[in-house]
C-alpha cells in the first residue's frame, strides 16, 4: 500500500508480520484444527515479538499504536494462512476497552498480560434470545452489599477454553429511571457459577465457541470495568474495533485464496495455454483482486478514523468496512475454488475449508442485513422498520 495510506513503521510491521506467518502457514493451521489444538506456538511467537500488544499503551507493554496496526498483525497472518480469531477478541475488545476505560488497577493486572499474549480475555455479549438487539440482553448485574451478582447466558462465546478470564456484558438497572442499561464486567474463568459448554460447529478453527452460564456469579465492586452509568459508551468502543478486526480476518483470508488461485492457474494447463490465460478464469480473479483492495481501503479508513478518537465516524466506516470485506471474502474464496476445480475442494489445496470459514465474517460479530440497517438509518436518513 503506498504511503499516503501507511507510514513506514506500518510497512516494516507488515513485513516482519508476513514473514512471522509464512514460516507457520496453512499446513501449521491445518495441523492444529486436525489434532484439535489450539495455535498456541504462534500465539507466543507472536507476543514476544510484540505484535500481539501493538494497540495498547507502551506504559503496560503495548507498542503504543493503534487499531489501524491491530489490522495489520490480523490480515498478513490471515494471508498467510494462519489468522488468529482471538486477536479480535483478546487486545482489539477487551484491551482496548480496559485500557480506555479501566481503573489504573485493572490496566495494571490485565493489560501486560493482553499485550505479551501470556494472558488471554474473551468477550461475552451474545444471547440465546439477544444477537444484534443488545437492548434485549437478559444477563443482569445486581448490588449485594460491595459485591455484584451476575446471572444470564451467553452463546457463541469464542474462545473461553483459553481465555483467563471474560468480559461479561450485562444489564444493571438505572435508579433513576428504573431502566436496564449496559454495563461490562470481568469474570475470572474459575469464578464459582461460571460455567461454560462447548458449542459444535461445522468450522474448522482452532478456537472454539461457547455457551456460557452465569449462576449467580458473585464479584467484587472493582470487576465492573469504566463508570456504571456510560456503559453503552464503552460497549461501542469496543464493538468498533471488532468491526475493523473482522474486516481484517476476511482481508486476509481472501488474499490467502486469491493467491493460491493464481498461483494455480499459472501452472495449471489443460490444453496449449495456462488456464490463467483465459478470460474466464482471469477477470474473476481480478475483480476479486480489486473488491479486497477496496474494502483494504475501508478498513483502514476505519482503523485511522477510530484510532484518531472519532467514535461516530470510525462507527459508520467500520460497519461498511467489514461489510465489504465480508462480501469480497466470500466471493474471492468462490472464485479461488472454482479456479481449481476438483483440487479446489480437496484437503492437498486447504481452500475446501474456507468455504464456511469465509461466511463468518458475514453472519458475525452482527449480521450484514443489520450493517445495511445501520447505513440506511444512521447514513442516510431513511426510517426504521423496527
Given amino acids: 500500500m503506498s504511503t499516503l495510506i501507511e507510514s513506514p513503521e506500518q510497512r516494516a510491521l507488515r513485513t516482519a508480520v508476513a514473514a512471522l506467518g509464512a514460516r ?47 489490522a495489520v498483525v490480523l490480515e498478513e497472518l490471515g494471508a498467510a ?13 477487551c484491551g482496548t476497552v480496559i485500557s480506555r476505560f479501566g481503573t489504573d488497577a485493572q490496566k495494571r493486572a490485565w493489560l501486560p498480560g493482553l499485550a505479551a499474549g501470556t494472558t488471554r480475555m474473551a468477550f461475552g455479549i451474545t444471547e440465546p434470545d439477544a444477537g444484534s438487539n443488545s437492548h434485549r440482553l437478559t444477563t443482569t448485574a445486581r448490588r449485594d452489599g460491595g459485591d455484584w451478582v451476575l446471572t444470564g447466558r451467553k452463546v ?114 489443460v490444453w496449449d495455454e495456462p ?12 475483480r476479486s483482486h480489486i473488491e479486497i483492495e477496496l474494502a483494504r481501503l475501508m478498513m483502514y479508513k476505519a482503523a485511522h478514523l477510530y484510532d484518531a478518537g472519532d467514535d461516530e465516524g470510525a462507527g459508520e466506516a467500520a460497519n461498511m468496512a467489514k461489510y465489504a470485506a465480508a462480501e469480497a471474502a466470500v466471493r474471492a474464496v468462490d472464485q479461488a475454488v472454482h479456479t481449481l476445480g476438483g483440487n479446489g475442494l480437496s484437503s492437498e489445496f ?37
Avoid at 278 to 286: D, E, F, K, S, Y
Avoid at 356 to 382: D, F, K, Q, W
Fill in 24 to 70: 507457520y502457514g496453512r499446513a501449521y493451521f491445518a495441523a492444529s484444527i486436525r489434532d484439535g489444538k489450539h495455535a498456541d506456538e504462534l500465539w507466543a511467537e507472536a507476543g514476544k515479538l510484540g505484535y500481539l500488544g501493538v494497540s495498547l499503551p507502551e506504559e503496560y507493554g503495548g507498542g503504543g499504536g493503534g487499531i489501524a496496526e491491530l
Fill in 156 to 269: 457463541f462465546i469464542s474462545g473461553v477454553d483459553i481465555a483467563d478470564a471474560t468480559l461479561i456484558v450485562g444489564r444493571t438497572e438505572d435508579a433513576r429511571t428504573g431502566r436496564l442499561k449496559p454495563c461490562l464486567f470481568i469474570v475470572d474463568r474459575d469464578a464459582p457459577g461460571f460455567t461454560r459448554r462447548p458449542i459444535p460447529m461445522d468450522i474448522a478453527s482452532p478456537e472454539k465457541q461457547f455457551e456460557l452460564v452465569l449462576d449467580e456469579v458473585r464479584l467484587p465492586a472493582d470487576a465492573l470495568v469504566g463508570d456504571e452509568d456510560a456503559g453503552l459508551l464503552q460497549l461501542f468502543a469496543g464493538l468498533n474495533p471488532e468491526r475493523v478486526m473482522t474486516a481484517a480476518f476476511a482481508i486476509g483470508m481472501g488474499r490467502y485464496a486469491i493467491a493460491r488461485a493464481v498461483e494455480y492457474a499459472r501452472d495449471r494447463r
Fill in 275 to 286: 488456464i490463467g490465460a483465459h478470460q474466464a478464469i482471469a477477470h474473476p480473479l481480478a
Fill in 81 to 93: 494462512g494462519c489468522p488468529l480469531l482471538l486477536l479480535v477478541v483478546s487486545p482489539a475488545i
Fill in 350 to 386: 486447504g481452500l475446501a475449508s474456507l468455504i464456511t470459514a469465509a461466511r463468518v465474517a458475514r453472519v458475525a460479530p452482527v449480521s450484514r442485513e443489520m450493517i445495511l440497517n445501520y447505513v440506511s438509518h444512521r447514513t442516510l436518513g431513511l426510517p426504521k422498520s423496527y
